[in-house]
Structure formats: structure tokens, C-alpha cells
């Protein structure tokens, strides 16, 4: 079935650098994006979403940018800082589907070294 | 900040056992979900909730699962017939409305364990 997925399981970077997490979608239904991160032990925490008819929106320190054309979703952290250290989930959920089912992907692991 | 809280943090039950998972959803919150994590995998979507009926459920959720509003606070999963396979971490959500990028605020989990 079609699925949300990330390209890479894990991501290694030094503190200060700049980190980008993709994901991959195959859903071409799909209207609106979200990434969240969830550190050990918690829940999946909203960090920055974007709907279908932008291609990126920015935040405080991360930008999510929207290539529909290849159905590819990243998130941009700036200055990345060890607090950033957690997994990130891309997920996807479409319109006309009741109940805010979003279907999630499997997880980039970011580590952040000092 | 209010958030969604979750009991217990851990469960440990035998296989075949039933089990009660607990949330408080946000108080102003009128829709609720429950997800699971199994170990080092994605996070999936159980069910939707609202004004007392689920509005959506995937195939993970058969007949042995269920969900209830006992009252106005409490939101709870019920596992019949715990089996092996039901060991994951569960999470909570909810959101104040139904939309399309409504933002899930999702509690800490109860880590289920079935021996």
C-alpha cells in the first residue's frame, strides 16, 4: 500500500550545522504534511506542517519544503543544537479522510555531538 | 501548557490478560485518537473518536481492541485478549476540532509489555 517513508534511519551531526531530514510519499493524494519529533520516552511532538498548495514554510529554525512534483518532503534545521537530538517523523493525511488518520513514516534518528 | 497525560507509564500483563490504557485529553479537546509504536518502528493509527462513537479505525484494531469516554475527563483503550504482538508503546492524542491540519497533541505514552 502506499506509505510515507524517510530516506535514512539516522543522521549524525556536529552542533552548529545546519541538519536536513527527507521523507518520501507516495500518496499522491495527500494534502497536508507534518513533521514531528519525539525524544526518548515521550510522544510525537507538532514541530512544523505544510499543506499541499505551498512549498515551504519556515519556522523558528526549521523550514519544511514541499516538492510535489517528486513527492519528497525535508525538514531544514538550522544551528543545530544537542536539545535537537530525537527521531523525526514525517506524516501525511488527506483530505477527505475523517478523523485525522495520519499515517506516519518510519523515523529518522538525529544525534547531535558538541 | 496543557497537554494529554497518560497511566500508567509502564504495564506489564500476561498474554491473554485484559488491559486498560488511560488518557486525559487537552480539557477543551473534542476529538481523540489512540496510536501505537511497536519497538523501533512508526508510529500507527489505532482510532478516532468523537461525541462518543469512533469515526475511523485502521485493521490493527479488531475486535479485541475498544474504546471508551467513561466520563467527561477520561478516555480509555481496552485490549481483551492481550497477545505478544500487542507489546508497544500506545500514545493518546487529541485535537479541539476536526480539520485537515488540525495539530495532534499526543501524550507520553503507556509502554505495554505481554508476556
Known amino acids: 500500500g502506499e506509505s510515507v517513508g524517510l530516506h535514512l534511519p539516522t543522521l549524525s551531526v556536529q552542533e552548529g550545522d545546519n541538519s536536513i531530514i527527507n521523507c518520501a510519499y507516495s500518496?499522491?493524494?495527500?494534502?497536508?504534511f507534518i513533521w514531528y519529533k519525539q525524544e526518548s520516552g515521550k510522544g510525537p511532538q507538532f514541530i512544523i506542517d505544510?499543506?499541499?498548495?505551498?512549498d515551504k514554510r519556515q519556522g523558528q529554525r526549521v523550514t519544511v519544503l514541499l516538492n510535489k512534483t517528486v513527492k519528497h518532503l525535508s525538514l531544514q534545521i538550522a544551528a543545530t543544537q544537542p536539545g535537537d537530538s530525537a527521531v523525526y517523523f514525517c506524516?501525511?493525511?488527506?483530505?477527505?479522510?475523517?478523523?485525522?488518520?495520519?499515517?506516519f513514516g518510519k523515523g529518522t534518528t538525529l544525534s547531535v555531538s558538541s | 501548557e496543557p497537554e494529554v497525560t497518560q497511566t500508567p507509564s509502564h504495564q506489564v500483563t500476561q498474554m491473554g490478560q485484559e488491559v486498560i490504557l488511560r488518557c486525559v485529553p487537552i480539557?477543551?479537546?473534542?476529538?481523540f485518537y489512540w496510536y501505537r509504536q511497536i519497538l523501533g518502528q512508526k508510529v500507527e493509527f489505532l482510532v478516532s473518536?468523537?461525541?462518543?462513537?469512533?469515526?475511523?479505525k485502521s485493521e490493527i484494531f479488531d475486535d479485541q481492541f475498544s474504546v471508551e469516554r467513561p466520563d467527561g475527563s477520561n478516555f480509555t483503550l481496552k485490549i481483551r485478549s492481550t497477545k505478544l504482538e500487542d507489546s508497544a508503546m500506545y500514545f493518546c492524542?487529541?485535537?479541539?476540532?476536526?480539520?485537515?491540519?488540525?495539530?495532534?497533541?499526543f501524550g507520553s505514552g503507556t509502554q505495554l509489555s505481554v508476556l
Open positions: 500518496n499522491s493524494a495527500s494534502d497536508y
Open positions: 480539557s477543551n479537546h473534542l476529538y
Open positions: 473518536f468523537y461525541n462518543n462513537e469512533i469515526s475511523e
Open positions: 506524516a501525511e493525511n488527506i483530505e477527505n479522510q475523517a478523523g485525522t488518520a495520519l499515517i
Open positions: 492524542a487529541s485535537t479541539p476540532n476536526w480539520g485537515l491540519d488540525e495539530k495532534l497533541f
Open positions: 505544510i499543506r499541499s498548495n505551498m
